[in-house]
């Protein structure tokens, strides 16, 4: 089944301690990309990826950082969490940038 | 920077009614896409328009485009229950021709569809 998917879907973790939410897709995409949702402000870019070893910034890249060594694996990585990183995070995928995009179930993450 | 606004932000109407949503956005774009998304769930794609395109239909969606006054709206004939969701207007600011890859969503437009 063609997919993207996600780990963790939930996540509770302390300030400042690192983690990792990564990202899979089987649909030999190029493109990927992360957004956080925040109510009342939609859903907001982090990173893009146009293809392995090619990223790029979004609208909020503060405190984020991303890799594609793999065309299928884009992990988001957060060095040192902080509360206002709690959201809802989304992975997605499309053949090439611009074009239909497939999203994961998202992470929900939340930073005490 | 969000490129999609969507109006209006709260719609609730009852089964079989129709149900338009709009969304005005700032630059020139190659395309603009709507989502559907479940509470909290993954965002799907519904359609997708070209900028030299005016309008698309698939199923009981109707997508229409306006790149004079670069806005879309996004009409849902005889809407059912099953239609609740939040919607998202999303554009692809053109490079060119070319995509910047940073396809921005709007806030949403939370519809709500009464049995």
């Known amino acids: 089944e063609a997919q993207v998917t996600q780990n963790p879907r939930y996540l509770i973790t302390v300030t400042g301690k690192k983690l990792t939410v990564t990202c899979s897709q089987n649909?030999?995409?190029?493109?990927m990309s992360w957004y956080r949702q925040d109510p009342g402000l939609g859903l907001r870019q982090i990173y893009y990826?146009?293809?392995?070893?090619?990223?790029d910034k979004g609208d909020v890249p503060e405190g984020y950082k991303v890799s594609r060594k793999e065309k299928r694996n884009f992990p988001l990585i957060l060095e040192s969490p902080s509360p206002n990183q709690t959201s809802l995070y989304f992975c997605?995928?499309?053949?090439?940038?611009?074009?239909?995009?497939?999203f994961g179930q998202g992470t929900r993450l939340t930073v005490v | 920077s969000q490129q999609g606004e969507e109006d209006p932000q709260a719609l609730s109407i009852q089964e079989g009614e129709n149900a338009t949503m709009n969304c005005s956005y700032k630059t020139s774009i190659n395309n603009l896409q709507w989502y559907r998304q479940n509470s909290g769930r993954g965002l799907v794609h519904l359609i997708l328009i070209r900028s030299n395109e005016r309008e698309k239909h698939s199923g009981r969606l109707r997508v229409t485009l306006d790149t004079s006054k670069k806005s879309s709206s996004l009409l849902i004939t005889a809407s059912r229950a099953a239609d609740t969701a939040s919607y998202f207007c999303?554009?692809?600011?053109?490079?060119?021709?070319?995509?910047?890859?940073?396809?921005?969503f709007g806030q949403g437009t939370i519809l709500t569809v009464h049995p």
């Open positions: 649909m030999n995409h190029e493109y």
């Open positions: 999303a554009t692809d600011p053109n490079a060119g021709g070319t995509s910047y890859g940073k396809l921005t």
């Open positions: 997605a995928s499309s053949f090439f940038a611009g074009r239909e995009a497939f």
């Open positions: 990826s146009m293809n392995v070893e090619v990223t």
